[in-house]
């Protein structure tokens, strides 16, 4: 399971149940193929369908060798979202997540 169990006011970016079954890196493009939790256990609304699927691009888009991330669900290209397509290579988006300054 991809999601830890939530305690006290953390909780998971990634839907409850979801199961990472395959990921693999071909010419710079992650390829994640996730259970049917990931659409199936998600709020269907802008802000919680961007978390969750921002926090897997966000992080693997860290990483050197990758500059975008696909997103399969049970080995076939993603639907079930309504406010984000996850049939396209997504890439970083910042904007989701800014960072926090640590000036005071």
């Known amino acids: 399971l991809l999601s830890p169990s939530s305690s006290g006011k ?13 990921v693999y890196v071909n010419e710079g493009m992650c390829v994640i193929d996730l259970s049917r939790e990931f659409v199936d256990n998600v709020v269907h609304d802008e802000l919680h369908e ?31 979202y309504l406010h984000h397509k996850l049939s396209l290579p997504l890439t970083n988006n910042s904007k989701l997540f800014p960072t926090q300054s640590s000036e005071n």
């Open 10 to 22: 953390l909780r998971s970016a990634v839907p409850a149940g979801t199961k990472l079954n395959d």
């Open 50 to 80: 961007g978390i969750a699927v921002y926090s897997i691009v966000n992080t693997m888009t860290e990483l050197p060798m990758i500059d975008s991330v696909k997103i399969l669900i049970d080995g076939k290209d993603a639907d079930g």
